[in-house]
């Protein structure tokens, strides 16, 4: 079992950066990659950005691609969103997910665990 925790959402003004964090505890000593995904009231869970155990191998969703980053620290077993230049459009709830086996995909089916999810709000 991994568990996660999300924080870092709140209230920003467009074009205003937040950083998400994604504390893991549990099972940390698998190699898991770690993904995060949105999602707003009334619309299906959407992709934002993936990244493998060793930092390598990242995949972004083409409308976040130059403004959120994704990263992670191994030694604090803790993932990180970073995103700039926020939009209106951005704000959702967002999930950070880890998928023991590795993968790296933006299909949030293959992920086995979930945290609770941390609310964006992006002002106009």
């Known amino acids: 079992q991994v568990q996660l925790v999300e924080s870092g959402g709140g209230l920003v003004e467009a074009g205003g950066s937040l950083r998400l964090s994604c504390a893991a505890s549990?099972?940390?000593?698998?190699?898991?990659?770690i993904g995060w995904f949105r999602q707003a009231p009334g619309t299906e869970r959407e992709f934002v950005a993936a990244?493998?155990?060793?930092?390598?191998?990242?995949y972004y969703a083409d409308s976040m691609k130059g403004r959120f980053t994704i990263s992670r620290d191994n030694a604090k077993n803790t993932g990180y969103l970073q995103m700039d230049n926020l939009k209106p459009e951005d704000t959702a709830v967002y999930y950070c997910?880890?998928?023991?086996?590795?993968?790296?995909?933006?299909?949030?089916?293959?992920?086995?665990?979930w945290g609770q999810g941390t609310q964006v709000t992006v002002s106009s």
């Open positions: 997910a880890a998928s023991i086996d590795g993968k790296v995909a933006g299909t949030w089916e293959l992920y086995d665990y």
């Open positions: 549990g099972r940390t000593g698998s190699r898991y990659s």
């Open positions: 990244l493998a155990y060793s930092g390598g191998g990242s």
